[in-house]
């Protein structure tokens, strides 16, 4: 097997020195169930895995008054049974909860998820609309970078050789603000999206949306932030033309490939379909708080 | 490469065992425990037939380093009955006819445990959803569902 090294940290500064003082291929571990498919060809690499899960930091959330700080290799079954994260951000919850099945989520993470970096990641379009960061902390210290900028490829992220993704921030969301998640598969669970969308949406007391931020997945290299179909939400009451606006322009962002999932034509389509979705659901929700 | 030394607990046991950094646990309980009731169907998580629970949070052994067993509570289908007396579960998997060849069952069986100690009374479809990893390609899952009702209904009762 190719893993030939074991290391569990109990701090981020150890962790930062054992990634550092690596003298073969190293990768960070959190649940595990992309990396251990990944590490086993034997043909790979002598790899170390740094199992980050001794590190407090990374297996806790909190919400206060700043939002969310997510401990980035907090399972999914932990994160999605957190009412107090589900009441603030539903969509993103739900996202999570669509990752793999209920054994996959009691091992795989949020921050797993988005630094395994796939074009259909699940959390991806719902982190990007609630406006997440990620803290990146490496030898030269930390950085700030926005979900949007993190993922850079299929496959890949922007850390640099030595660098660990060490938490997760989403802004606490303005009132009567709330999100949703809606993606296709052509199964009922346990499938890869073939396009997804993440929304979030605020609304003044008159029913007005005030500010939108809408994501899409699967239809592109990486899920993308697209300011356009937010700007086609803002100052409407979501009125049916308004959805229909934001869903074109969501197609028009999109850059899907065909594959055996769906052509590139279908998908384009069924992403705009669910932007008007998702937006709607999102704000019933924003309505409802 | 060094050997690693890990202590765990295995159905309430203490055990230890040296173990490749890379090795699963799934080959760790089959192949040095001895424990072979847990199967290895796809080895990439999809098909549940590896099914155990670590600190009673259920995975797929295929996806867990022995390494990370250390200090752990591990549970595999060996655990599930009292000795020579039958789980609910599993005597209403042999009521109900839910297995054929028989290699999706301790997963499954190890899956209804963790279903119904986190709902004792789930509905059929979220019974489904939450078993959506456990894949049959014998029953058709029908009898499974039926089995795992009628345990659930049982459980109640006794309790």
């Known amino acids: ?289 | 490469m060094a050997k690693v030394h890990v202590n765990t607990t295995v159905n309430g046991d203490a055990v230890e065992f040296l173990c490749n950094p890379g090795e699963t646990l799934l080959d760790i309980l089959r192949n040095d425990l001895q424990l072979t009731g847990t199967k290895e169907g796809c080895g990439s998580g999809d098909c549940g037939a590896c099914s155990i629970t670590v600190d009673d949070r259920l995975v797929c052994s295929c996806l867990v380093l022995a390494v990370e067993a250390e200090g752990k509570k591990i549970g595999t289908i060996e655990g599930v009955a009292d000795k020579d007396q039958l789980n609910v579960i599993q005597q209403k998997f042999l009521e109900h006819a839910a297995l054929q060849c028989g290699i999706c069952t301790p997963g499954l069986i190890v899956s209804v445990q963790a279903l119904l100690k986190e709902n004792p009374n789930p509905t059929e479809e979220q019974a489904r959803y939450y078993l959506a990893g456990n894949l049959c390609r014998c029953t058709g899952y029908d009898k499974i569902i039926r089995a795992v009702m009628d345990a659930a209904e049982t459980m109640r009762g006794a309790a």
């Open chain 1, 1 to 289: 097997m190719p893993i030939v090294d074991y290391k569990a940290p109990v701090s981020v500064d150890e962790a930062i020195t054992m990634l550092a003082d690596c003298n073969t291929d190293v990768k960070v571990l959190a649940g595990g169930t992309d990396l251990i498919i990944q590490a086993r060809p034997a043909s790979s690499n002598p790899l170390t895995v740094i199992d980050v899960k001794y590190i407090d930091s990374m297996m806790t959330a909190s919400v206060d008054s700043d939002g969310l700080t997510l401990g980035p290799a907090m399972s999914c079954a932990e994160f999605t049974a957190r009412d107090d994260i589900k009441a603030i951000y539903p969509g993103l919850v739900e996202a999570a909860y669509l990752i793999g099945s209920t054994q996959v989520q009691g091992r795989a993470s949020v921050g797993g998820n988005l630094s395994n970096a796939s074009p259909a990641a699940d959390t991806i379009p719902p982190l990007i609309a609630n406006g997440a960061r990620c803290v990146v902390a490496g030898p030269d210290g930390e950085r700030d970078v926005a979900v949007e900028d993190f993922v850079v490829g299929v496959g890949n992220n922007c850390m640099l050789a030595g660098e660990l993704l060490k938490k997760i921030h989403l802004p606490l969301p303005q009132a009567r603000t709330s999100d949703a998640y809606l993606r296709f598969i052509p199964r009922t669970e346990m499938d890869i999206a073939v396009a997804g969308a993440g929304v979030s949406i605020t609304l003044n007391s008159d029913g007005l949306c005030t500010a939108a931020r809408v994501a899409i997945g699967a239809v592109a290299v990486t899920a993308l932030l697209v300011p356009a179909a937010a700007e086609a939400l803002i100052g409407t009451k979501l009125e049916d033309s308004a959805l229909q606006a934001a869903a074109s322009a969501a197609s028009a962002a999109s850059k899907p490939i065909s594959d055996r999932r769906g052509t590139a034509d279908y998908r384009r389509h069924v992403v705009g379909v669910l932007v008007k979705r998702a937006a709607s659901i999102a704000a019933q929700r924003a309505q409802e708080k």
